[in-house]
């Protein structure tokens, strides 16, 4: 019998706490994307089996959420706010600027060596600072809103973290 | 057996004790707002240059965190509170004013006077009230909903309770008041459901009371999705507990023992004070087991969306709960038949809930102070777009619309174009309906619009109609859960006929074929798919001219990808070089001095019209197919 994967254990002890039933899976999937970044097809078996759950049901439901994803995402992802303060400002230009600026050719991709991705945001209501977009690291759990924007901003910013920049030196950009 | 109301007493004894340590401060304090919207303007920032000036002095000031009072375009907002309960409010306080707040908290009066907004409470010499600011002229002399903000620490359980909280449900719970009394002053109250639908509360609720079975569920529909609105997210960043209570009262008026909060994963502060309010509240007695020893059960869960709009339907948003894809089901059964988990619920927007302590501690004739005949009390409002002012504003319902752009500043950038309510599946107004719209979802109607759940932006004329059309189309296309055909489809073609004509290669039958979609639309199972076509009618009904415009080729506000080109207007601006430079695709042709922009390769985006403005503009451009 083949003993676990490390990954395995690890996602066993994550989700250790959700029962069947008891409207835990969002939790479940919340969990182990703020962990792993992303929900591999390991992560949809051992969900599945905490909750009672086949893995085809644990990723037809996930799959259904624009927030969860199932690749590792890029070192940084530049959120581009859709809503409509931020699209009577340039939106569109700021939103086709970033994809142009870092050769990645749709919403939710990233660059090839995976440092920079752009992907689609919701407003929340700070229209005030329309447009605006957040710089999100995955890895150090940062999230930074980076309000008035340009479409000139847009490139710089983009163009900065395409070559290594942190998030402050792409905020200052 | 002790008394909930006695257990209140004790709590309340301590709650005012500590709040009016806060309000009446021995040393000043200083308070930075801290919301979602304060955040975005950087007032964390600003609260640790604070921070980092108040230690190094080794001032004699305390910090402190409340919610911003809706004034956004002001963020971030610092106040200072006085020994002498004064409480001063300042901003825009960016990291470099740290040190005049600094210095005007420790006494040094005038140090930040430019920062100077008004005064929360109390007076100073030449400070006007924050009350008496234009941005206010038309909220009700005291705030209900949003009577906490500013004045209370949001994170606070004892400072709630000071201002009254609990108050209401703890007379409930000491059997003041029976489960029939409960449902009976939502109803004459007038309370309607908040997000859009004006269902009233009181009936919804006797429908739980009324359904078989002893599992009952209380669910809050805190799944925010519109675009432009943010009126849910105000409650609960700003007064966590106002919503708790809400439910409780509802939960005891529909013998509900377990409650869920559906909340969208893009408010993350909103899901932290939510669940912290909760932690809090069931360690005070006041939520889970044995609510305030009267034997009673109520259990409340934040679940947290993953951003799906479509969660923000009922159906959509119980299946969400229980585990599955968050797909709108036929209706009946309505959830009062079989909801979460196949028991009986009973689905509230946040803000419904939200009014049941203030009704319930005040009554209805109260509560029929303010608003119309037919839309009674007050109701939370977002604005947005090309306005001077944006922020939130607490409305009594029949305010016309014309004086709340007047109060946000009016208009910036241009002329009012367009008015945006109800968010995607809501609707574009003309600018000749402003005189004629109030505050009331049934003013609406006769533009064929809704007024939606309280997010209304403000468009200028530099925009074009077909543009925001695109743009509503799109979301509702991606938003679309899948199940009916006429949906997904439907808004699939409507999206990409939208897009063709914005290209400049519109048709004679878009229009015809856009009224098809509309109608085939109305046979969708739930309101996603029967309200998307809503704003391309809109567009259709009330923008017919800017329609027909660019299907000839016409676009005045040169927004419209395929009717304009971006062209060099002067060789010999300096800037031109930065355009050159900063251009993503390299679209620039020819040597210096001989530049023009390549039509083919050039996206549009406008970055090289942000740095030179004066070298480089744009050039309408007429379609290149012939009209059909």
Known sequence: MPLETESKVRLRALVAEFRPNNGDLLAALHRVQHEFGYLSAEAMEVIGDQLGLFPAHVYGAASYYEEFRFEPQAHTNIRWCSGPACRLR????????????????HMNGQTEDGRVGVILGQCNGACEVAPMVWLEQHESHTIEPVGNMSAARAVRMARALRDGATIEEATNA | MPDALALYDAMRANADAAYAAWRNPERPRIDVAIDQSSISNGALRTRAAIERVVS???????????????????????????????????????PADAEAIVDEASGRWGAAASLRIGMVTGERDGVPSLRDHPFFALEPRERRLLRNLGLTDPESLEHYIARDGYRASARMLGRHSTEDQIRTVMNDAGLTGRGGANFPTGVKWNFLFGAAGEDHYLVCNAD??????????????????????????????????????????????????????????????????????????????VIRGAGAYVCGEETGLLSSIQDSRGMPRVKPPFPAQRGVFDK???????????????????????????????ATGTKIFSFSGDIARVGFMELPFGVPLA??????????????????SGGPLGSLLPPQSLPKLILQGDSF????????????????????????????????????????????????????????????RGRREDEPNLKLIDRT????????????????????????ADYEAALRGEDPSLTMAGLYRVVVTNQYDPALAEAVAICPVDAFRGPAGNRSVDDAACIRCGACIDVAPKAVGKQAKARTVALN
């Open chain 1, 90 to 105: 340039n939106g569109n230009g700021i939103r086709d600027a970033l994809l142009a600026s870092l050769g990645i050719g």
């Open chain 2, 224 to 301: 925010e999705g519109d675009p432009g609105a943010w009126v849910n997210r105000v409650v609960m960043e700003g007064d966590p507990h106002l919503l708790i209570e809400g439910m409780l009262i509802g939960a005891f008026g529909t013998r509900s023992k377990q409650g869920y909060i559906y909340l969208r994963d893009e408010y993350p502060l909103a899901i932290a004070r939510m669940e912290q309010a909760i932690a809090q509240a069931e360690a005070a007695g006041l939520l889970g087991e044995d609510i305030l020893g009267t034997g009673l059960t109520f259990r409340l869960r």
């Open chain 2, 403 to 420: 004086k709340v752009l007047e109060v946000c500043g009016g208009m910036v950038g241009g002329e009012l174009k367009a008015i945006q």
């Open chain 2, 344 to 374: 009986p619920s009973n689905v509230n927007n946040v803000e419904s809930y939200a009014n049941a302590p203030l009704i319930l501690m005040h009554g209805s004739d109260w509560y029929r102070q303010y608003g119309t005949e037919r």
């Open chain 2, 445 to 504: 109607s006769p533009w064929d619009a809704i007024m939606g759940g309280g997010g209304i932006v403000f468009c200028n004329d530099k925009t074009s109609v077909l543009v925001l059309a695109e743009m509503f189309a799109a979301f509702v296309e991606e938003e679309s859960c899948g199940r009916c055909t006429t949906c997904h489809g439907g808004n699939q073609r409507q999206t990409e006929i939208l897009r063709r004509i914005i290209d400049g």
């Open chain 2, 521 to 544: 639309l109305q046979f969708s199972n739930c309101v996603h798919g029967q309200f998307s076509p809503k704003i391309t009618r809109n567009l259709l009904q009330h923008f017919h």
């Open chain 2, 56 to 94: 190094a002095r080794n001032a004699a000031i305390d910090l402190g965190r409340v919610h911003g009072y809706g004034i956004q375009w002001l963020h971030p907002l610092v106040q200072v509170t006085f020994p002498d309960g004064a409480t001063v409010l300042y901003g825009p306080v960016t």
